[in-house]
């Protein structure tokens, strides 16, 4: 048996496209052949795998609507088709379904690895842990003027700190976290016995997305100014943490203008 027509008879097998002879000839090529056998495995192991993978999240639109198109296009065999042309349109219907599959295969993989609420589910951890700890910070202060240089000395990065005791936020200092393996500043704030995290990701590596809401029973919001991407955490009602969001926004370009 060729390669050629191995790769055909493999692919033909997992897809369940062979008649009962043609199976029958191809279990005779697996038990004569190991290297062909371990690529029927391969392939075998793969399709379960895709299937595991793809049954939790269901292919987007732009994607199906492009796999629709691609095959809308195909051209049909003709009638009179003989057995030669009948191997070159499987063939061809192999070259597509390994497409597809390579595309699927990078959406997927997108999926698994950067689910859209895994940064808010890291900035609720770091929220948490700092509320067990001793202490919710690193540096202890309601001046802003403090706490901004604090962050540029320590991690090189120095977000708008806003004084917003004047809208009954009062400013309980900063601390540094880490996500993703990288040193991020966390600004806090108080409103009664609440307190509030605001982290600072810079957007040279983190981009914006969009809102999750409630995670593990804590308010996450997020949002940017171009330079970083914030996210606020904090146990607050919604209408609290929106409303010291909105002030902070405000205060920080008040700030921008002012300097």
């Known amino acids: 048996?060729?390669?050629?027509?191995?790769?055909?008879?493999?692919?033909?097998?997992?897809?369940?496209?062979?008649?009962?002879?043609?199976?029958?000839?191809?279990?005779?090529?697996?038990a004569a052949d190991p290297a062909l056998?371990?690529?029927?495995?391969?392939?075998?192991?793969?399709r379960g795998a895709l299937r595991g993978a793809a049954d939790s999240q269901r292919a987007p639109e732009a994607l199906r609507a492009r796999i629709a198109a691609m095959a809308s296009e195909a051209p049909a065999p003709p009638a009179n088709a003989n057995r030669k042309s009948s191997w070159l349109s499987l063939a061809a219907a192999i070259a597509f379904a390994f497409v597809c599959g390579a595309v699927?295969?990078?959406?997927?993989?997108?999926?698994?690895?950067?689910?859209?609420?895994r940064i808010a589910m890291l900035m609720v951890d770091d929220h948490r842990r700092a509320l067990l700890a001793h202490e919710p910070i690193d540096v202890a202060s309601s001046d802003r003027h403090t706490v901004k240089p604090w962050f540029d000395a320590r991690l090189a990065l120095s977000p708008p700190?806003?004084?917003?005791?004047?809208?009954?936020?009062t400013l309980v200092g900063g601390r540094a976290d880490?996500?993703?393996?990288?040193?991020?500043?966390?600004i806090v704030y108080?409103?009664?016995e609440h307190l509030v995290s605001i982290t600072a990701l810079p957007s040279t590596r983190f981009h914006a997305g969009?809102?999750?809401?409630?995670?593990?029973?804590?308010?996450?919001?997020?949002?940017?100014?171009?330079?970083?991407?914030?996210?606020a955490v904090s146990d607050l009602p919604r209408s609290n943490l929106d409303t010291l969001i909105a002030d902070f926004r405000a205060g920080a370009l008040a700030n921008a203008e002012n300097h």
Request: no cysteine; hydrophobic share 45%; glycine share 10%.
């Open 104 to 117: 699927a295969m990078d959406v997927i993989g997108g999926f698994l690895q950067k689910p859209p609420d």
């Open 161 to 169: 700190v806003v004084d917003l005791a004047a809208h009954g936020f």
């Open 178 to 186: 880490v996500v993703d393996g990288a040193p991020v500043p966390t």
């Open 37 to 46: 056998a371990a690529r029927h495995e391969q392939l075998i192991a793969l």
């Open 210 to 231: 969009a809102d999750i809401g409630v995670v593990n029973g804590y308010e996450t919001r997020t949002w940017s100014d171009g330079g970083f991407v914030y996210w």
């Open 1 to 30: 048996m060729t390669d050629d027509r191995a790769t055909m008879m493999l692919n033909a097998s997992v897809d369940g496209e062979l008649d009962a002879m043609g199976m029958a000839d191809f279990e005779r090529a697996l």
């Open 190 to 192: 108080r409103l009664r």
